[in-house]
């Protein structure tokens, strides 16, 4: 990186934490801290809502998930507008009837202060952790840049994070999401068009994706049952459907966004308008990777992206075989470049998916290499791919403002959730259990204080967390064991008033354990876990509810 990186990246960064900082300061009243004093716009709502899910993760994870695998992971959120049209039917009309702080709080009208407690409780086990893995993520992009410590680096961004979050609350957060969204699609169309314009020459828009399509990189829908394929239709919109319906829900990090909002409406209309941009969003970033990938068709790429990977072989007594392994992916990239140049035909096709296949035994026999070299490096490169581009092909100045980009990704999601972390903390846990008649300012500062405890254990977390096959997945895998659950105990509330508090609670307990079990063993894509979560809640709190009703008509 060069000076001018530096400034475009610092500045860009301190920017948002003073404007944050200095544009909420002085919330003396919960309403305030905790739900910006219900005045903001729907277009805020839906910037705020956006940027709360496009984490670091997105801008680092996705690129790289299309380079490898194509854009079957846009199928993953397939379910979203759905959801949205839900939520904006359902949830949110009933959140602004009660007029709640958290989602949470519905549930002890509906049952009883223990049901509250549970669920509270799963959300703040699940989105702590999910808080540590956006500080995580951005920390290993800087670690490569750096070479610095990545305890270092997590203690440095959680810091950033949580001045402006502490200071200003929910407004601060949807404040400061505004900047960091037109830092984010400024960055990435501006990178996306640099991208077409260092194609060779004669290579256009139209011809790239001719080429990523024989590749099989443009392979959008599949419409298959199987379910060892994680990404399909169908549990895009079935799975999907259920993981959305819990995270922007019943998920307070999100929920947080749109109870802000002045009215009914313009939180609907937030919700709308997330529902209508996040597929085109996703389908552009990945579409992004896809286009990286065809740049390393006409350029040269490291067989594997990790740089810490090849620095651990380079330094150990497999170097000679990996640099055999390096001379056949050169000369596999010097014949595929050939086959490109004399154009895509249905035969040039098959051959150059052989010379893929080919490519990808030789990374597989890398990551062996490395593994032997040292057990504890990570091999899987998907998350360095974008960032290895950025670093050796952008121009000065703009790889500080793809960094930036990054990293206010990383500092929006990261302070939504410490907000909501914070906020139900107080809200459920230490006012409703433990401090149940204080004054305003005091549940204000004990909300700023359960806020900075959780960036401080998000920050633990981040420097404990390793590379799980793919940063993206990983938060979806966290989130997929505990939403299901979740959903089902809101849907239980919402819809079947047949159902009582101690069948509810009892069949959550069992189910959270069935599907941590589920999981474990690998029984089914993580996906699928959203769905199998909300029916088998909804089932065994029916069950249970029948047994004691048939109890109470015996006795």
Known sequence: ???????????????????????????????????????????????????????????????????????????????????????????????????????????????????????????????????????????????????WDLVTLNIIIGVLVIIYTVSGGTKAVSVTQKQQMAVIFGGM????????????????????????????????????????NRYTVWTGFLGGTFLMLSYFGTDQSQVQRYLSGKSVRESQLGLIFNGLLKVPMQFFILLVGVMVFVFYQFNASPLNFNPKANKVVQNSEFYADYQSLEKQHQQIEEKRKELIFNGITDESAVKLQELNEQDLTLKDEAKTLITKANEEVETNDKDYVFIHFILNNLPKGLIGLLLAVILSAAMSSTASELNALGSTTAVDLYKRNMATD???????????????????????????????????????????????????????????????????????????????IVWYIDWLPYLWLNALGCGLIMLLAFILQSIKNENSIIE
Not at 207 to 217: C, F, Q, Y
């Open 1 to 147: 990186m060069q000076s001018l990186d530096w400034i475009v990246l610092s500045l860009t960064l301190l920017f948002i934490v003073a404007y944050g900082a200095w544009k909420t300061r002085g919330s003396k009243n919960v309403e305030d801290y905790i739900k910006g004093g219900n005045e903001t716009k729907w277009w805020t709502i839906g910037l705020s809502v956006m940027a709360t899910q496009a984490s670091a993760i997105t801008f680092l994870s996705t690129p790289g998930q299309a380079f490898h695998s194509g854009m079957g992971f846009v199928q993953f959120y397939f379910g979203l507008p759905i959801a949205m049209v839900i939520i904006c039917l359902v949830f949110i009309p009933i959140y602004h009837k009660l007029n709640v702080y958290t989602a949470y709080e519905y549930l002890e009208s509906r049952f009883d202060v223990k049901t509250r407690t549970l669920t509270a409780i799963l959300f703040l086990i699940q989105r702590g952790l999910a808080a540590g893995i956006t500080i995580f993520a951005p920390a290993i992009i800087l670690s490569a840049v750096l070479g």
């Open 189 to 228: 169309f501006i990178a996306f068009y640099l991208i077409l314009q260092y194609l060779p020459d004669g290579i256009t828009f139209t011809k790239a994706l001719e080429i990523a399509g024989a590749s099989n990189k443009m392979k959008v829908l599949d419409f298959s049952w199987d379910l060892n």
């Open 438 to 516: 204080r004054s305003e300012s005091h549940y204000v500062k004990a909300s700023k204080w359960f806020t900075l405890g959780w960036g401080i254990l998000a920050i633990l977390v981040a420097c404990v967390a390793n590379l799980f096959d793919n940063l993206i997945q990983l938060v979806n895998i966290i989130g997929s064991i505990f939403y299901g659950n979740v959903l089902g105990i809101f849907l239980l509330a919402f819809f079947f008033k047949y159902v009582k508090s101690n069948a509810v609670f009892i069949a959550a307990i069992i189910t959270q354990l069935v599907i941590i």
